[in-house]
C-alpha cells in the first residue's frame, strides 16, 4: 500500500502480528443480531489499530492475544519452544487470556483500541497548537485559544508524574512578576504548574483547564523526588517539599477563574486530592481516582481531608484517604468528585465542545460566581493544606514511607 497509513503499520508491526492483525474478513460464531453489531466495531477497530502510533511491545502483545482469543477463542496451539522469544512471547499472552469468552475478548479489543486512539489523538492535538504554544515550559505544554486557557501535563511516558527539582524549590510568590518566559524558569512540574497558573489567572481566558497528555492525567507525585537527597540532609529536604506542597495546593486555593480538570485517563494522589479545589471536574470513561496514601506511608493532601468528606461524605472519604480504594469515573461521578463521565471515543470531542461554549459566558460574571461560592472557604482551607503539608513532612521522614518508596523504585511493588 503506498499510502501513510501502510507506512506507519509497517514501521511498528513485527511481521507475525502483522499477519494475524490485518486478516480481512473475521469468522466470528455468534447470534446474527450480537454479530452484526460488534463484528462492526471489532473491523473499524481492525483497521483503526494500523493508523495508531507504535503504542510499544506491551500492548502489540494484548492486542495480538485479544484478536486471536476472538477470532479463535482460547490458546489452541502448542507452546513454543523457550529460545522461540517472540513466539512465545505471544503465545503466554494468548494463554493468559484463559477461557475469555470471544465476545468479551472482542469489546475488550474494542476497548483497548478506542483508548489508544483517544490518546493518540490527544497528544496528536498537540501539533496543530505548536503555533499558539507558550513558550517557556519543559513539563507542560500551555496553549490560549477561544478564551480558555489549556495547562497540559506533558511527560506521557511517566504517566505526568509531577517532578520536584532538588535544591531549586522556588517558593510561589503571588505578588512576583516572575513570567513564564522568564529565563530562571525551573524544569521541574509542580512549579511549571504554579506558574502556568499565575499566568493563566491575569491573562485574558475566561476559563483555565488542567488536563494531561497521554494514556493517564497524571500518576502523582514522581516517587523518584524522594532519592534526590540535597547535601543538607533528608529533613531539610522533607521541609522544602512541605513547603513547595503548601505553595501548590494554595495555588488552586486562590486561583481565581473557573478551573476545569479534564481526566482524560487515571489519576492518582495529589492529582486526584486537588480535585476538590477544582469548580467542574469531567472525567474519559477510562478514568480512575486512586489515593493510596496508607500504602505509600503517606497521608491526605491537597486540602482533601476536608473537600472530601463535605463532597463524598465521611464514610467513602475514609475508604479513599485512608483505605486507597481506587474508584472508577463512574462511582467519583456518583459520590460527586466527578462532574460528568464521557465515553472515552468521544471524550475530547464533546468536553471540548461542551467547554467552548461555556467560554463565550461573561467573564467577569463567572469570576464573580466563583468568588461568591469559594471565598468563604479560603482562609479555612489554607490552613487545612498548612496543616496537611506538616504532617506529611514528618509521614516522608518515617520508615513506612521510606519502605513503600523503595518498593516502587526497585520495581518490587505498583499500585
Ligand atoms: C511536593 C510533594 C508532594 C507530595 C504529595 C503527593 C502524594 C502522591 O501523589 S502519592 C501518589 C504517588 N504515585 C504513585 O504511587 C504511582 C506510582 N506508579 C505506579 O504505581 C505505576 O507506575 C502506575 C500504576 C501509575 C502505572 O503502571 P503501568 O501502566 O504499569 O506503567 P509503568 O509503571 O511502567 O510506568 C511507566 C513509567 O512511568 C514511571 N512512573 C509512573 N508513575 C510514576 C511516579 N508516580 N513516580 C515515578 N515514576 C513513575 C514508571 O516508573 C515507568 O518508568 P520507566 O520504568 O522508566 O519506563
Same mark, same amino acid.
Given at each position: 500500500?503506498?499510502?501513510?497509513?501502510?507506512?506507519?503499520?509497517?514501521?511498528?508491526?513485527?511481521?507475525?502480528?502483522?499477519?494475524?492483525?490485518?486478516?480481512?474478513?473475521?469468522?466470528?460464531?455468534?447470534?446474527?443480531?450480537?454479530?452484526?453489531?460488534?463484528?462492526?466495531?471489532?473491523?473499524?477497530?481492525?483497521?483503526?489499530?494500523?493508523?495508531?502510533?507504535?503504542?510499544?511491545?506491551?500492548?502489540?502483545?494484548?492486542?495480538?492475544?485479544?484478536?486471536?482469543?476472538?477470532?479463535?477463542?482460547?490458546?489452541?496451539?502448542?507452546?513454543?519452544?523457550?529460545?522461540?522469544?517472540?513466539?512465545?512471547?505471544?503465545?503466554?499472552?494468548?494463554?493468559?487470556?484463559?477461557?475469555?469468552?470471544?465476545? &468479551?475478548?472482542?469489546?475488550?479489543? !474494542?476497548?483497548?483500541?478506542?483508548?489508544? =486512539? %483517544?490518546? $493518540?489523538?490527544?497528544? +496528536?492535538? #498537540?501539533?496543530?497548537?505548536?503555533?499558539?504554544?507558550?513558550?517557556?515550559?519543559?513539563?507542560?505544554?500551555?496553549?490560549?485559544?477561544?478564551?480558555?486557557?489549556?495547562?497540559?501535563?506533558?511527560?506521557?511516558?511517566?504517566?505526568?508524574?509531577? &517532578?520536584?527539582?532538588?535544591?531549586? !524549590?522556588?517558593?510561589?510568590?503571588?505578588? =512576583? %512578576?516572575? $513570567?513564564?518566559?522568564? +529565563?530562571? #524558569?525551573?524544569?521541574?512540574?509542580?512549579?511549571?504548574?504554579?506558574?502556568?497558573?499565575?499566568?493563566?489567572?491575569?491573562?485574558?481566558?475566561?476559563?483555565?483547564?488542567?488536563?494531561?497528555?497521554?494514556?493517564?492525567?497524571?500518576?502523582?507525585?514522581?516517587?523518584?523526588?524522594?532519592?534526590?537527597?540535597?547535601?543538607?540532609?533528608?529533613?531539610?529536604?522533607?521541609?522544602?517539599?512541605?513547603?513547595?506542597?503548601?505553595?501548590?495546593?494554595?495555588?488552586?486555593?486562590?486561583?481565581?477563574?473557573?478551573?476545569?480538570?479534564?481526566?482524560?485517563?487515571?489519576?492518582?494522589?495529589?492529582?486526584?486530592?486537588?480535585?476538590?479545589?477544582?469548580?467542574?471536574?469531567?472525567?474519559?470513561?477510562?478514568?480512575?481516582?486512586?489515593?493510596?496514601?496508607?500504602?505509600?506511608?503517606?497521608?491526605?493532601?491537597?486540602?482533601?481531608?476536608?473537600?472530601?468528606?463535605?463532597?463524598?461524605?465521611?464514610?467513602?472519604?475514609?475508604?479513599?484517604?485512608?483505605?486507597?480504594?481506587?474508584?472508577?469515573?463512574?462511582?467519583?461521578?456518583?459520590?460527586?468528585?466527578?462532574?460528568?463521565?464521557?465515553?472515552?471515543?468521544?471524550?475530547?470531542?464533546?468536553?471540548?465542545?461542551?467547554?467552548?461554549?461555556?467560554?463565550?459566558?461573561?467573564?467577569?460574571?463567572?469570576?464573580?460566581?466563583?468568588?461568591?461560592?469559594?471565598?468563604?472557604?479560603?482562609?479555612?482551607?489554607?490552613?487545612?493544606?498548612?496543616?496537611?503539608?506538616?504532617?506529611?513532612?514528618?509521614?516522608?521522614?518515617?520508615?513506612?514511607?521510606?519502605?513503600?518508596?523503595?518498593?516502587?523504585?526497585?520495581?518490587?511493588?505498583?499500585?
Amino acid at each position: 500500500m503506498a499510502g501513510a497509513a501502510g507506512r506507519v503499520v509497517r514501521r511498528w508491526y513485527p511481521s507475525v502480528l502483522r499477519s494475524s492483525l490485518q486478516v480481512p474478513a473475521l469468522q466470528l460464531h455468534m447470534s446474527k443480531t450480537a454479530m452484526r453489531a460488534s463484528q462492526k466495531d471489532f473491523e473499524s477497530a481492525l483497521s483503526q489499530v494500523k493508523r495508531l502510533k507504535d503504542p510499544g511491545n506491551e500492548v502489540k502483545l494484548k492486542l495480538y492475544a485479544l484478536y486471536k482469543q476472538a477470532t479463535e477463542g482460547p490458546c489452541n496451539t502448542p507452546k513454543p519452544g523457550v529460545f522461540d522469544l517472540i513466539n512465545k512471547a505471544k503465545w503466554d499472552a494468548w494463554n493468559a487470556l484463559g477461557s475469555l469468552p470471544k465476545e &468479551t475478548a472482542r469489546q475488550n479489543y !474494542v476497548d483497548l483500541v478506542s483508548g489508544l =486512539s %483517544s490518546s $493518540s489523538d490527544s497528544s +496528536s492535538q #498537540v501539533k496543530p497548537e505548536a503555533d499558539r504554544k507558550q513558550p517557556g515550559y519543559e513539563t507542560l505544554v500551555v496553549t490560549s485559544e477561544d478564551s480558555i486557557t489549556k495547562i497540559m501535563m506533558n511527560r506521557p511516558a511517566k504517566k505526568n508524574a509531577i &517532578t520536584i527539582q532538588c535544591l531549586r !524549590v522556588h517558593k510561589y510568590q503571588p505578588s =512576583s %512578576s516572575f $513570567s513564564p518566559t522568564h +529565563s530562571d #524558569v525551573p524544569s521541574e512540574m509542580y512549579n511549571e504548574i504554579m506558574l502556568a497558573l499565575k499566568a493563566a489567572s491575569k491573562d485574558d481566558s475566561a476559563i483555565t483547564v488542567l488536563t494531561g497528555n497521554g494514556d493517564y492525567y497524571s500518576s502523582g507525585n514522581d516517587l523518584s523526588n524522594f532519592t534526590d537527597i540535597p547535601p543538607e540532609g533528608i529533613e531539610e529536604k522533607a521541609k522544602s517539599s512541605a513547603i513547595l506542597l503548601r505553595d501548590f495546593v494554595d495555588c488552586f486555593i486562590d486561583f481565581p477563574k473557573p478551573l476545569i480538570a479534564v481526566v482524560n485517563g487515571p489519576a492518582v494522589g495529589i492529582s486526584v486530592t486537588i480535585l476538590g479545589l477544582f469548580d467542574t471536574v469531567y472525567a474519559s470513561s477510562r478514568a480512575t481516582f486512586h489515593t493510596p496514601f496508607s500504602h505509600l506511608g503517606q497521608s491526605p493532601e491537597g486540602c482533601s481531608s476536608y473537600t472530601f468528606p463535605k463532597i463524598m461524605g465521611p464514610a467513602k472519604a475514609a475508604e479513599m484517604l485512608i483505605f486507597g480504594k481506587k474508584l472508577t469515573a463512574a462511582e467519583a461521578c456518583a459520590q460527586g468528585l466527578v462532574t460528568e463521565v464521557f465515553p472515552d471515543s468521544t471524550f475530547q470531542k464533546e468536553v471540548w465542545t461542551r467547554l467552548k461554549a461555556y467560554s463565550k459566558l461573561p467573564p467577569n460574571a463567572m469570576r464573580i460566581s466563583k468568588q461568591v461560592i469559594r471565598n468563604r472557604e479560603k482562609e479555612k482551607l489554607r490552613a487545612i493544606n498548612a496543616e496537611e503539608s506538616r504532617a506529611l513532612q514528618e509521614r516522608w521522614l518515617s520508615d513506612e514511607c521510606t519502605n513503600a518508596v523503595m518498593n516502587f523504585l526497585t520495581r518490587k511493588a505498583k499500585l
